[in-house]
């Protein structure tokens, strides 16, 4: 069989990449902001898409993002010719407190025990994450809009459908700082723990996985 011009350099773009860290599941319950987030990032960081999967879901409930979590994780083993999720990760939020979610959220926390699938959550949403880029607060925060009202202070017209960049991402040191303060803060006190986030732990290992030079600084 005759070969075009070209086809041998075809071929080799096909190769699949040389993976050198963990492979990561992030099943995340944000249709848009979440998926823009976490698929800004890993091209920020120089992540494969093979490397980096990022999937939301039909079903939104804490639980059964863990299931679908599980599934794919199954799926993911049986593939040939894909490495398998060395890391998968489900992402949520708490919403309204005393909320049925609450509960599901617990439920879901046991499952991904026993699944060994690891949690980044915040209460009350993902946008308490972002906030913590541009400042330290532990104020009361009721529900998701007021994080993003408070976000839209620093983002003035932020949106769901937000297109993340270098500002952002190049503050995430800062962001990870504060997570953990936040988190010392409610440890040292008698409080309801919000707000609060743990997404920061995901976004380390992420950067764990990304060759020395184009690594964030987090420390």
């Not at 070969?3 to 992030?26: H, Q, S, W």
């Not at 919403?95 to 009350?124: F, T």
């Not at 723990?193 to 743990?198: F, G, K, S």
Request: glycine share 4%.
């Amino acid at each position: 069989m005759n070969r075009r011009a070209g086809d041998g350099n075809k071929l080799a773009r096909r190769k699949p990449p040389t993976i050198t860290g963990d492979c990561f599941l992030i099943v995340v319950e944000g249709k848009k902001t979440e998926v823009n987030y976490f698929e800004a990032l890993r091209k920020f960081l120089r992540l494969h898409v093979v490397q980096v999967a990022v999937v939301h879901p039909p079903a939104t409930d804490p639980v059964s993002l863990v299931e679908h979590a599980i599934k794919l994780r199954n799926e993911r083993r049986r593939q040939s010719g894909y490495p398998a999720f060395d890391q998968v990760w489900v992402v949520f939020d708490l919403e309204k407190q005393h909320d049925e979610r609450r509960k599901k959220a617990q439920d879901a926390e046991a499952l991904a025990g026993r699944e060994k699938i690891q949690l980044a959550v915040s209460d009350p949403c993902f946008e308490f994450w972002l906030l913590l880029h541009y400042c330290y607060t532990t104020v009361h925060l009721k529900s998701g809009d007021d994080a993003k009202r408070l976000l839209a202070q620093h983002l003035p017209g932020y949106t769901e459908a937000y297109d993340f960049g270098p500002d952002l991402f190049n503050r995430t040191r800062d962001a990870k700082l504060r997570a953990e303060q936040v988190r010392a803060h409610h440890d040292s006190c008698s409080s309801d723990r919000n707000p609060i986030t743990n997404v920061d732990r995901l976004i380390v290992e992420l950067n764990r996985s990304v060759p020395g030079p184009f690594q964030l600084p987090m420390e």
